[in-house]
């Protein structure tokens, strides 16, 4: 008696001849990303002064090491995340997304995506990726919008760095306010219905997902996360590229001295400029915090030096290069400004009472 294979019911990819070679491919692509990854720095050095041959300590040299070390960094981290999100939206399907959100007020999911930020250490531009899942797996755009601003501002790495440095005082406050910006700001423009005002391609992506509750293998899953990183990162790189160039040259060229000879608690307009030159530069926590010690130690006051590296880690301009293509003016400036309002508060607050 003949037995007729059962391949009625298998992914074409788990028949597929080639199937093996794809998953080591896969795996062995994994790894040299990671190496490469933990090499950057070194990398970056090398590249910048022993084969470009820039001078040591040139502004020239700090911007080109800068954007040599941030951009192939990024660019991993972005289809690393992409691929997971992928991955995850293939359980987070929108009707999944409404059903965990039904009956509950909108507020607590601001608080709950707030919190989910802390634990997620990515910088700006690299927490967009998640952003872009979350919209299409249907979830409310001011609850999206909390984690997008908690996950740069108040995470671990962040607070870890903050305690050592400052206490836990200072860390405390922090955490307090980075999280009240978060939940408060997305609440708000969450009360605008401004969905429109996302560009379509990012809700056309649901386009075509199984019924919520089709089981899927695995193999689907990561054909499906495969195909999100071409469709997301094939739209966005150009992007981070240009963002992270225009921070590589704020870096280089713009001095510590500078910044610091205007940020004292006496002059009301501190806290704003603060802000406002803090919009350009693009930076991750661990990257922003020692500047923060080194303004501190010349005199300049710690609510005027918080909501500057507020600004660079929760506004960066990069970060709104790169939304650009996810959102469209009006709703990148209702974000921009409402998350300053914030910032502007806590700047005043903690130079009033600290």
């Known amino acids: 008696m003949t037995t007729i294979p059962d391949t009625e019911n298998k992914s074409p ?17 994994a790894a040299i990303a990671i190496v490469l990854y933990t090499q950057l ?7 910048t002064y022993s084969v470009i041959n820039l001078t040591r300590g040139s502004h020239l040299a700090s911007a ?4 040599l070390y941030e951009t192939p960094k990024v660019l991993l981290l972005l289809v690393g995340v992409v691929f997971v999100v992928g991955l995850l939206r293939t359980w ?21 995506a707030a919190l989910f930020g802390i634990a997620t250490p990515f910088c700006s531009c690299s927490a967009v990726p998640l952003f872009i899942g979350f919209i299409s797996a249907g979830v409310p755009l001011g609850v999206t919008l909390s984690f997008l601003i908690s996950a740069p501002m108040v995470n671990e790495v962040a607070l870890v760095l903050l305690f050592g440095l400052f206490g836990w005082k200072v860390a405390a406050l922090y955490l307090g306010t980075g999280l009240a910006i978060a939940i408060v700001a997305g609440w708000t423009i969450g009360r605008l219905k401004l969905e429109r005002h996302v560009e379509p391609w990012v809700y056309t992506m ?5 019924p919520a509750d089709a089981p899927k293998r695995w193999s689907e899953r990561f054909t499906d996360a495969r195909a999100a990183v071409r469709e997301i990162v094939g739209k966005v790189w150009p992007f981070v590229v240009l963002g992270i160039a225009v921070g590589a040259g704020i870096h280089g060229y713009v001095p510590t001295n500078f910044l610091a000879s205007f940020m004292g608690r006496d002059a009301w307009w501190a806290v704003p400029l603060a802000v406002l030159l803090g919009v350009p530069m693009y930076s991750n926590a661990a990257g922003i915090i020692p500047i923060v010690q080194a303004l501190l130690g010349k005199g300049a006051a710690l609510g005027t030096v918080l909501a500057f590296m507020m600004s660079v880690i929760a506004l960066s301009l990069p970060e709104m290069i790169i939304l650009r293509k996810v959102l469209r003016p009006v709703l990148i400036a209702t974000f921009v400004l409402t998350v300053a309002a914030g910032i502007l508060v806590v700047g005043f607050l903690f130079n009033a009472v600290l």
Do not use: M
């Open 13 to 29: 990819e788990l028949t597929h001849p080639r199937a093996p070679f794809r998953l080591a491919g896969g795996i062995l692509a």
């Open 206 to 210: 649901q386009a075509g997902e199984a």
């Open 64 to 67: 080109v090491e800068f954007f």
């Open 41 to 47: 720095a070194r990398i970056a050095e090398l590249v």
């Open 92 to 112: 987070l399907t929108p009707e999944r997304a409404r059903r965990a959100l039904a009956g509950k007020r909108e507020a607590t999911g601001n608080v709950v």
